[in-house]
């Protein structure tokens, strides 16, 4: 299963030179990904934590905190060489608190269902407190590998194409995904926390469920002609889809942080994002 991990860093190695611009955003991403697929392969050696339970939400309440915690500090260490200066600040001031304030971290992530851009404020911090969002964000780096592993031993769930959030974590989407499907393309949405992937219906919003069409817009760049923005006129959130119908190369979650004009686009036409990248946008 570590492949998918592989697949994810060879990508972002391809589009540093299709996407110049976000070269430096990319090659982190890879730094991080090479991180995250050797967590996946520690949690793939132990049957320890294998789970086969399929209800809504279940495997968040599954995320052991007390069996990965020992983990997390060399993690921070490690995050710390390769991260941008913010977020290197955050994992070395988070090393240093020690076990009260790791687990702190993690359940407070834990707790939420996404994290919201730098630029809006959280229900948890009404001041707009960058460092509470980094410590949030490292938490969230540390746990997808292992809520990956969990997922990846879940029975499948029934799906009906209208949840909101992850059927199997209860966390909201990353990105969207088009797939050929019949003459034309089926859409899902890929969880941000263990990257299961939900059928969802083309014409609806995944931040409000907003399905009157002349709500729902889809906008996208001649030089990017595979990625999309999906913005929503009732509740002005977006989300950026990947149409594997237009390139079968695509990662999405990898070409989601290659495509970041498209987010300053959205920004400056007035939507928030539905779910940060780990770029914090």
């Known amino acids: 299963m570590t492949d998918r991990w592989d697949a994810r860093i060879r990508r972002a190695h391809e589009l540093t030179s299709l996407y110049p611009s976000a070269a430096e955003a990319l090659t982190?991403?890879?730094?991080?990904?090479?991180?995250?697929?050797?967590?996946?392969?520690?949690?793939?050696?132990?049957?320890?934590?294998?789970?086969?339970?399929?209800?809504?939400?279940?495997?968040?309440d599954k995320l052991d905190v007390a069996a990965v915690l020992p983990k997390f500090p060399q993690f921070l260490m490690e995050l710390e060489r390769i991260a941008p200066s913010p977020l290197a600040h955050a994992a070395s001031g988070l090393a240093r608190k020690g076990p009260a304030e790791w687990s702190g971290a993690i359940e407070d992530f834990r707790r939420a269902s996404r994290l919201p851009p730098?630029?809006?404020k959280s229900d948890r911090d009404p001041n707009?407190?960058?460092?509470?969002?980094?410590?949030?964000?490292?938490?969230?780096?540390?746990?997808?590998?292992?809520?990956?592993?969990?997922?990846?031993?879940?029975?499948?769930?029934?799906q009906d194409g209208t949840q909101l959030n992850c059927p199997v974590c209860g966390a909201?989407?990353?990105?969207?995904?088009?797939?050929?499907?019949?003459?034309?393309?089926?859409?899902s949405l890929v969880c941000m926390l263990c990257a299961h992937e939900w059928t969802f219906r083309r014409i609806c919003c995944p931040a409000c469920g907003e399905d009157t069409e002349p709500q729902i817009a889809f906008y996208s760049?001649?030089?990017?002609?595979?990625?999309r923005v999906d913005v929503c006129d009732t509740c002005h959130f977006y989300l950026?889809?990947?149409?594997?119908?237009?390139?079968?190369?695509?990662?999405?979650?990898?070409?989601?942080?290659?495509?970041?004009?498209?987010?300053?686009?959205?920004?400056?036409?007035?939507?928030?994002?539905?779910?940060?990248?780990?770029?914090?946008?």
């Open 240 to 281: 950026k889809s990947i149409d594997l119908t237009k390139t079968g190369r695509a990662v999405p979650i990898v070409d989601e942080l290659a495509t970041l004009s498209l987010d300053l686009w959205a920004r400056e036409k007035g939507y928030q994002k539905l779910q940060m990248n780990m770029l914090g946008i």
């Open 128 to 158: 707009g407190n960058d460092a509470l969002l980094a410590e949030r964000c490292l938490a969230w780096l540390f746990l997808q590998p292992f809520a990956e592993y969990l997922n990846s031993r879940q029975a499948r769930v029934a």
């Open 28 to 60: 982190f991403y890879a730094r991080v990904a090479a991180l995250q697929r050797n967590l996946y392969a520690e949690f793939e050696k132990s049957s320890a934590h294998a789970s086969n339970e399929s209800s809504i939400g279940s495997l968040r």
């Open 172 to 187: 909201k989407p990353i990105i969207g995904v088009l797939r050929p499907e019949g003459d034309g393309a089926g859409k």
């Open 221 to 227: 760049a001649p030089e990017i002609p595979h990625v």
């Open 118 to 120: 730098q630029d809006e």
